[in-house]
C-alpha cells in the first residue's frame, strides 16, 4: 500500500519485519509505535512532501481569535463537499504574525474577513497532537486576490443590470423642481452623516429630513442600506441620498452589492449618492440619479438648487408687483380719457341740435311770409297752418334732445362704474403684494446701518448696527455676537 504522504510503504508495512511481542499461540506481533513516535514519523513526512510554505484557497467557515491574540480560521475546499462531508482544515495566525503582516495589510486595502469568503492562505504545514489536526500556521493572506474577486463580481453585476434595463432606470426619473423632503440613509452620527446635514442646517432653507440609520461596513450592510432606501421611499420624500464618509476600497463593498444595486434600480423617487472616496466609481454610483464625491458635495449641490429656485420666486414675484403697477397707471390714464372724450362728446350733440332748431324756425318764418306775400287771400289760412306745424315740430324736437341727454348721461355713469371697479380690483392686488402685510402677519425685515436688507450672518460682524422693522415701528439694535 502507497504512503499517502509521500510514497514508499506505509509506516505499518515498514515496521511489519520487526520482532515484537509472542502472542498466545506464539507468533511474533510487530512491534507498536507510542503515539509521540507516531506523530514525529508524520512530521517527517510532512516535512519531506511540504518541504517550504504552501499556497492554500479555501472557504472561510469561521474565525475567531483567542485571549492571546491569535487567530483561527477554519477553511473548507471551495468546490465544494466530497463523499462523507467538505474537507477542511484548520488555519492559525500567531498573534505577533497578525499584528505585524496580516492585520496592516487588512487595513491597507479596508478587507474585513466574513464567512463566505474564498481567501488564499500562505502557511507552512504542520500536526497539533492534542487535537489530532493537521494545522497550516498562516504567514500572510492575498488581499489582491480577495480585491480581484470583487472587481469580478462588481462586473457580472453590471452586466447583468445592463441586460435587465436596470442602469438607467433611476438617472430617467424626474426631480421636483424645488427638493426639501429629503429621505437620508447614512450611519447616524458618523462623519459622513454631519458633513452633508451640517450643510443643510447651514442653509436658510426649511429641509424636512426623514432619517434611516444604516449600518455602511459589514456582512449586513447591504440588505440594511436597501432596506433603509425602501422605506423612506414610503414616506413622501422628493429625494432619497444615501450618503458614507471615506474610506478603503474594501470598507465600500456594500456599494458594490446586488442588493443595494437593485434598491435604487426599484427606487421610484430619485436617489442621490455622497459617498467619500475617489479612484472608484461604485455600483451605487452608477445606477443613482446623480452621485457626488463626499456627502459634503451632495449637500452643496442640494442647497445651490433650493437657492436657485428662490431666487427665481422672488423675480417672479417682483415682475408681477410691476406689471400690476403699470397697468393701474393705464387703467387711471384710461378713465381720464374717457371722461374728457364724454364730456366733449354731449357738448357736441347738444350744440347742434341747438342750430337745428334755429334753422328750422327761420325755414318757418321765410316760408310764412314768402306764403303771405303769394296769397294775401290765404293769409288767414296760412297763418293757423303755420303756427300748427311749428308746435309740433318744436315739441319734438326738445323730446329728441331731452332723451338723447338722458342716454348719454346713464351711459357715462355705466362707463365710470366699470373703470372704477377695475382701478378697485387692482388696488387689492397690489396690497396683496405689500410687504407690510407680511409684518402684519408676525414675519420682521432687519436692514443694516446703510439700509440694505440682511439675508445671511455673514454680512454681520459684532458692533454692527441693525434696524429691524415690525409691523407696529422700527427697533435699531447693536450685534454682540455672530453665530451659528
Request: glycine share 8%; aromatic share 4%; net charge neutral.
Amino acid at each position: 500500500m502507497d504512503d499517502p504522504l509521500g510514497g514508499g510503504r506505509s509506516l505499518a508495512g515498514r515496521e511489519s519485519d520487526q520482532v515484537g511481542d509472542l502472542s498466545e499461540e506464539g507468533e511474533h506481533w510487530p512491534a507498536a509505535l507510542t503515539v509521540r513516535e507516531l506523530y514525529r514519523r508524520i512530521r517527517s513526512a510532512l516535512a519531506r512532501v511540504f518541504p517550504g510554505s504552501v499556497w492554500v484557497t479555501g472557504e472561510l467557515r469561521s474565525i475567531s481569535r483567542s485571549s492571546q491574540g491569535h487567530h483561527y480560521l477554519e477553511l473548507a475546499d471551495p468546490e465544494g463537499a466530497e463523499r462523507g462531508g467538505d474537507a477542511t482544515v484548520r488555519v492559525v495566525c500567531w498573534r505577533t504574525q497578525w499584528e505585524t503582516t496580516v492585520a496592516p495589510e487588512l487595513a491597507r486595502t479596508g478587507i474585513t474577513l466574513e464567512e463566505g469568503m474564498v481567501v488564499r492562505v500562505l502557511g507552512d504545514i504542520g500536526v497539533y497532537d492534542r487535537a489530532s489536526q493537521i494545522n497550516l500556521r498562516m504567514q500572510r493572506l492575498d488581499t489582491e486576490a480577495l480585491l480581484g474577486k470583487l472587481a469580478a463580481q462588481k462586473a457580472r453585476l453590471l452586466r447583468r443590470l445592463e441586460a435587465e434595463g436596470l442602469l438607467e432606470r433611476n438617472r430617467s426619473l424626474p426631480l421636483p423642481s424645488v427638493v426639501l423632503r429629503i429621505g437620508l440613509v447614512a450611519s447616524v452620527g458618523t462623519e459622513g452623516y454631519r458633513d452633508f446635514v451640517g450643510r443643510l442646517e447651514a442653509s436658510e432653507f426649511a429641509f424636512t429630513l426623514l432619517e434611516h440609520d444604516s449600518l455602511v461596513q459589514g456582512a449586513a450592510a447591504p440588505e440594511s442600506i436597501a432596506s433603509g432606501i425602501r422605506q423612506v421611499m414610503t414616506r413622501s420624500c422628493d429625494l432619497i441620498v444615501l450618503v458614507r464618509g471615506g474610506g478603503a476600497r474594501g470598507d465600500l463593498v456594500a456599494f458594490d452589492s446586488e442588493e443595494v444595486a437593485l434598491a435604487i434600480a426599484g427606487s421610484s423617487v430619485p436617489v442621490w449618492t455622497g459617498i467619500g472616496h475617489t479612484g472608484d466609481i461604485s455600483v451605487a454610483d452608477l445606477l443613482a440619479h446623480s452621485s457626488f464625491i463626499t456627502p459634503t458635495a451632495c449637500g452643496e449641490e442640494l442647497v445651490a438648487r433650493v437657492r436657485a429656485y428662490w431666487d427665481g420666486a422672488c423675480a417672479a414675484a417682483t415682475s408681477t408687483v410691476r406689471l400690476c403697477n403699470s397697468k393701474i397707471d393705464l387703467a387711471a390714464a384710461s378713465l381720464a380719457t374717457s371722461r374728457r372724450s364724454l364730456a366733449a362728446s354731449a357738448m357736441l350733440c347738444v350744440g347742434s341740435s341747438e342750430q337745428h332748431v334755429s334753422v328750422s324756425r327761420r325755414a318757418l318764418a321765410s316760408g310764412a311770409r314768402w306764403r303771405l306775400r303769394a296769397a294775401w287771400t290765404d293769409l288767414s289760412a296760412a297763418s293757423a297752418s303755420a303756427a300748427r306745424l311749428a308746435i309740433p315740430v318744436t315739441s319734438r324736437a326738445r323730446s329728441d334732445l331731452a332723451s338723447l341727454l338722458q342716454r348719454l348721461v346713464v351711459a357715462g355713469d355705466r362707463r365710470l362704474e366699470s373703470e372704477a371697479a377695475a382701478v378697485a380690483n387692482a388696488g387689492r392686488l397690489l396690497d396683496a403684494y405689500d410687504y407690510h402685510r407680511q409684518l402684519q402677519r408676525g414675519y420682521t425685515l432687519t436692514r443694516d446701518a446703510e439700509g440694505r436688507l440682511l439675508r445671511s450672518i455673514s454680512a454681520l460682524s459684532a458692533g454692527a448696527l441693525i434696524r429691524t422693522e415690525m409691523a407696529d415701528g422700527r427697533v435699531t439694535s447693536v450685534v454682540e455676537q455672530v453665530g451659528l
